[in-house]
């Protein structure tokens, strides 16, 4: 089992531009969720998914859009990247009892 | 709103030295309390977790954590730290039937060999 796998690793953009990150879990969770880490401020949720058709925001929703793919897929869509979201992005997968967590997504954006 | 609060930014143990990592909470009912350990450019991995019940709590790697009701503590303890333990450990809140984890700002371990 691979868990929670996350694309890409690392991404640059520039101002304005637009991205989506993937991720996808192989342990058949039916809620996922992603975060963002910046330093000194812990994790911070941005969009759930409760179950396969649903999503619902978190505490910084703002400039982010997801989609619940299908059961196994969660993406993460910056419309017009801003600096102010260079960050570190984590998807997980779980119930709030037990979150797995994906490697993370270390983005840029000049 | 809940909130968690770890006070300690960075702490530096020698290794065999005990370790205890604070944690206080905010939440108006009873809380779900977790701490999870992030090693450096990896993502996060449950350590322990308390729902209900003994206050003392065991998880992995020898840790554990004890739940203090009437300080709205849950610190996090080990005996004797290995230098494999240095990381960053994050203490968080959830309520009963929600999705939401509040993560506190982290605490960074160094151990010293």
């Known amino acids: 089992n691979a868990g929670v796998t996350q694309t890409p690793k690392f991404q640059v953009l520039k101002t304005g531009q637009s991205m989506t990150l993937q991720c996808a879990q192989d342990m058949n969770h039916n809620s996922m969720y992603w975060y963002r880490q910046d330093p000194g401020m812990g994790l911070r949720l941005i969009y759930y998914?409760?179950?396969?058709?649903?999503?619902d925001k978190g505490e910084v929703p703002n400039g982010y859009n997801v989609s619940r793919l299908n059961k196994r897929e969660f993406s993460l869509r910056l419309e017009s990247a801003a600096p102010s979201q260079t960050s570190v992005y984590f998807c997980?997968?779980?119930?709030?009892?037990?979150?797995?967590f994906g490697p993370g997504t270390r983005l840029t954006v000049t | 709103a809940q909130s968690v609060t770890q006070p300690d930014i960075h702490i530096t143990v020698s290794e065999g030295a005990s370790l205890e990592l604070r944690c206080n909470y905010s939440?108006?009912?009873?809380?779900?309390l977790f701490w999870y350990v992030q090693s450096p450019g990896q993502g996060l991995q449950l350590l322990l977790k308390y729902f209900s019940g003994d206050t003392l709590v065991q998880g992995i790697k020898g840790f554990e954590a004890e739940f203090k009701r009437s300080q709205s503590s849950f610190n996090l303890r080990k005996p004797s730290v290995h230098w494999s333990d240095a990381a960053e450990y994050f203490c968080a809140v959830a309520g009963a039937g929600s999705y939401q984890l509040t993560f506190g700002k982290g605490t960074k371990l160094s151990v010293i060999p």
């Open positions: 998914s409760a179950s396969e058709g649903t999503t």
């Open positions: 997980a997968s779980g119930t709030v009892g037990e979150q797995y």
């Open positions: 939440y108006g009912a009873t809380p779900y």
